[in-house]
């Protein structure tokens, strides 16, 4: 009966109407397609709540605010949280690669990253200041680290689980039904925010969070994966550096990587948004709960859009959303240069945080699914890996060049961020596609 109603609701939401789409994944993985999709939608929704209530460009800057931590580590919690979870990512698919059934590793990096998030509650409730401060520094590694492990495991299985021209929409889905938990979520914060905000108040958002991690650790322990083919010793050597190679050898990769790299734009621009906010508006005690909201606005109403978008044209998708976000970047800097009443208007940055999340949520999804239609099995898990470990590098030095560009001014880091986002699109948009187009119009 499950099995029925989940099978129905998947041809549904994928328009499927006669035999089932099951490009880039084998007949044994074809038979459970529904069941995975929605194991996977549901965890991915779980922990992209949990993403959001632990986010470092908002609550837990407010919260490190709260324990009255030095700002330089503050300035620390992005770019530890991003780049940990990505630069060791080369050295992880190694391990990754000998395992033939992968979902486990996925499991075990979610709960991991579960308590690391709880132990910064935990944190926050017994200490402060300086020791507070590195404490939580110290759990964003542990998070990091563990998130790596999820990243790798997680785009593979997606990958043998989840047939091509579907994968975006998943994306798309996911985005959308936590988008409307975050809007739950940002409600409630601003409604109890003016009366109640306090570190206790921020402590349980952490504590929730850490929760949604190991739910959806369970979850995903159901997924029906079949094993990957192992490589061999002799193929294991020196594949660290054979794996960075590949940034050599294969031009299709190096051009993405190019690509990505100019559309961190969408992601390093939102804590100045937040910053401009915070310096220009005098009541900010309802701004973290308004940010969130636009947040997940956002997710509801574009994410199916991008999701589909992106299942036909994925490169187009990256393309079109770092445009937006680079729009919206410089119509923002010269409302703050040359229009000094609006700039001290509330209501200003949440739609500004509402039109960078949209852009944004385009980006994610999009070269999400250009990566993951690149290529197949251990190939696939390689380019991730590889891929990744190089934006990581890169991250760290955008983020410290866009530190030391801040000390400027934030509206000059605003203004460099959407340069850096056209060229983006341009890269992108000259991209190959990578979705095999066939008689398929689903």
Known sequence: MLTSTLNKLY???NNES??????GITDEACNHVASNFFTILFTHTFTKLGDTLSNPKTVLTWLMNYVNAPVFLISLIVPIRESGALIPQVAISNYVKKKPIRKYIWVVGSIIQGVA??????????????????LIIVCLIIFSLARSLASVSSKDIKGKTIPKTRRGRLGGYTSSFSGILVLIAGLYITYTSKTTENIQFYTNL???AASMWIIASVIYASVKEFPTPIENEAGEQNSIADNLKLLKDDKHLRDFVIARSLLLCSALSAPFYVTVAQNSVKDTSYLLGLLIISNGLASIVSSPYWGKLADKSSKNTMAYAVTIASLCGLILFLIITFAGDFKTQLWLYPIAFF???????GVRQGRKTYIIDMASGNERTNYVSVSNTIIGLILLVTGGLSAVLSLVSVESVILALSIIGLLGAVKSYRLPNVEKTTGDTN
């Not at 998030?117 to 590195?134: N, P, Q, R, T, Y």
């Not at 039109?355 to 949520?361: I, K, N, P, Q």
């Open 206 to 208: 952490i504590f929730f």
């Open 355 to 361: 039109v960078l999340g949209v852009a944004h949520s």
């Open 117 to 134: 998030i709880a132990a910064i509650g935990l944190v926050s409730l017994h200490f402060d200041k300086k020791v507070a401060g590195w």
């Open 11 to 13: 041809d549904y939401l």
């Open 18 to 23: 006669k035999d089932r789409v099951c490009k």
